[in-house]
């Protein structure tokens, strides 16, 4: 796994919701989405804290994991 990328739940969430560092997450995400991995745990950070929080509702994070499970590790 030399090379890939890990990233953080929190960084996921700022990705996804109204903040001074979501330009920062996206830049980044977007830079390095070929190498990025993500793991089981961090689908369900992501998915709890998006709908507990009501950045999204849970039919908008639903679409949001399909779209990371291409990243996820093989």
Do not use: C
Request: proline content about 1%; cysteine-free.
């Amino acid at each position: 796994m030399i090379g890939n990328v890990f990233v953080d739940t929190n960084l996921w969430i700022y990705l996804h919701s109204i903040d001074a560092k979501q330009e920062i997450v996206e830049k980044l995400i977007t830079e390095n989405f070929s190498k990025i991995v993500i793991s089981v745990q961090i689908v369900g950070e992501i998915y709890h804290a998006l709908t507990r929080k009501s950045i999204k509702s849970s039919t908008d994070v639903k679409s949001i994991i399909k779209i990371l499970q291409i990243l996820s590790p093989r």
